[in-house]
Protein backbone atom coordinates (compact mmCIF):
# COMPACT_ATOMS: atom_id res chain seq x y z
CA UNK A 1 0.00 0.00 0.00
CA UNK A 2 1.07 3.24 -0.65
CA UNK A 3 -0.69 6.86 1.12
CA UNK A 4 -0.66 10.06 -0.93
CA UNK A 5 -2.42 13.33 0.16
CA UNK A 6 -2.99 16.26 -1.99
CA UNK A 7 -5.36 19.99 -2.59
CA UNK A 8 -7.27 20.32 -5.98
CA UNK A 9 -8.27 23.54 -6.81
CA UNK A 10 -11.34 24.48 -8.84
CA UNK A 11 -10.30 27.70 -10.34
CA UNK A 12 -13.29 28.29 -12.43
CA UNK A 13 -16.55 27.33 -11.05
CA UNK A 14 -18.30 24.87 -13.59
CA UNK A 15 -14.73 23.44 -15.41
CA UNK A 16 -14.69 20.42 -13.54
CA UNK A 17 -11.17 19.35 -12.36
CA UNK A 18 -9.17 15.74 -12.49
CA UNK A 19 -7.41 14.88 -8.84
CA UNK A 20 -5.02 13.11 -11.28
CA UNK A 21 -4.14 16.70 -12.61
CA UNK A 22 -3.11 18.22 -9.44
CA UNK A 23 0.69 18.72 -9.41
CA UNK A 24 2.79 15.32 -7.79
CA UNK A 25 -0.56 13.22 -8.09
CA UNK A 26 0.09 9.89 -8.43
CA UNK A 27 -0.45 8.27 -11.55
CA UNK A 28 -4.25 8.57 -12.95
CA UNK A 29 -3.66 4.67 -13.52
CA UNK A 30 -2.84 4.28 -10.03
CA UNK A 31 -5.25 1.46 -8.05
CA UNK A 32 -7.27 3.40 -4.92
CA UNK A 33 -8.49 1.22 -2.39
CA UNK A 34 -9.28 4.29 0.13
CA UNK A 35 -10.15 8.03 -0.56
CA UNK A 36 -11.71 10.70 1.48
CA UNK A 37 -11.94 14.08 0.47
CA UNK A 38 -12.80 17.19 2.03
CA UNK A 39 -13.59 21.03 1.44
CA UNK A 40 -11.25 23.38 2.51
CA UNK A 41 -12.08 25.56 5.41
CA UNK A 42 -11.78 28.85 3.73
CA UNK A 43 -14.24 27.41 0.97
CA UNK A 44 -16.78 30.20 0.13
CA UNK A 45 -19.48 27.77 -2.26
CA UNK A 46 -20.30 24.38 -2.65
CA UNK A 47 -17.62 21.67 -3.56
CA UNK A 48 -18.69 18.88 -5.84
CA UNK A 49 -17.55 15.21 -6.31
CA UNK A 50 -17.75 12.43 -8.45
CA UNK A 51 -16.68 11.13 -11.68
CA UNK A 52 -16.29 13.03 -15.37
CA UNK A 53 -19.61 13.39 -14.97
CA UNK A 54 -19.70 15.82 -12.13
CA UNK A 55 -20.50 19.96 -12.48
CA UNK A 56 -20.87 22.75 -10.41
CA UNK A 57 -24.38 21.73 -9.60
CA UNK A 58 -24.01 17.31 -9.59
CA UNK A 59 -22.05 15.45 -7.60
CA UNK A 60 -21.72 14.45 -4.18
CA UNK A 61 -21.92 17.81 -2.24
CA UNK A 62 -19.31 19.40 0.28
CA UNK A 63 -19.60 22.64 1.65
CA UNK A 64 -16.94 23.76 4.34
CA UNK A 65 -15.46 20.71 6.34
CA UNK A 66 -17.38 18.70 5.18
CA UNK A 67 -15.48 15.37 4.09
CA UNK A 68 -16.50 12.22 1.74
CA UNK A 69 -14.52 8.69 3.17
CA UNK A 70 -14.76 5.44 0.77
CA UNK A 71 -13.13 2.33 0.95
CA UNK A 72 -13.25 0.48 -1.98
CA UNK A 73 -11.39 -2.37 -0.53
CA UNK A 74 -13.87 -2.93 1.89
CA UNK A 75 -16.10 -3.87 -0.68
CA UNK A 76 -13.74 -6.43 -2.29
CA UNK A 77 -12.20 -3.55 -5.12
CA UNK A 78 -10.44 -0.44 -6.12
CA UNK A 79 -10.81 1.97 -8.46
CA UNK A 80 -8.27 4.06 -10.93
CA UNK A 81 -7.36 7.65 -9.35
CA UNK A 82 -8.52 9.28 -13.04
CA UNK A 83 -11.71 8.22 -11.97
CA UNK A 84 -12.13 11.04 -9.37
CA UNK A 85 -13.03 14.49 -10.48
CA UNK A 86 -14.38 17.75 -8.37
CA UNK A 87 -16.03 21.20 -9.55
CA UNK A 88 -17.85 23.98 -7.31
CA UNK A 89 -20.12 26.26 -7.34
CA UNK A 90 -17.74 29.26 -6.76
CA UNK A 91 -14.07 30.39 -8.09
CA UNK A 92 -11.53 29.00 -6.47
CA UNK A 93 -12.38 26.58 -3.74
CA UNK A 94 -10.19 24.03 -2.32
CA UNK A 95 -10.42 20.27 -1.83
CA UNK A 96 -7.98 18.15 0.66
CA UNK A 97 -7.81 14.65 -0.50
CA UNK A 98 -6.27 11.41 0.42
CA UNK A 99 -5.42 8.37 -0.47
CA UNK A 100 -4.63 4.68 -0.35
CA UNK A 101 -3.17 3.30 -3.29
CA UNK A 102 -2.45 -0.44 -4.08
CA UNK A 103 1.49 -1.07 -4.42
Known amino acids: ?8 RVSTAGTRVALSAATGAPDSNSRVQWIKVSARTGNSGVLYFGDSSVSSTLGYELSAND ?19 VDSSANNLDADWAVVLES
Not at 1 to 8: G, P, Q, V
Not at 67 to 75: H, K, P, R, T
Open 1 to 8: MRFHANRS
Open 67 to 85: SLEINFADAGGTVPLSTFY
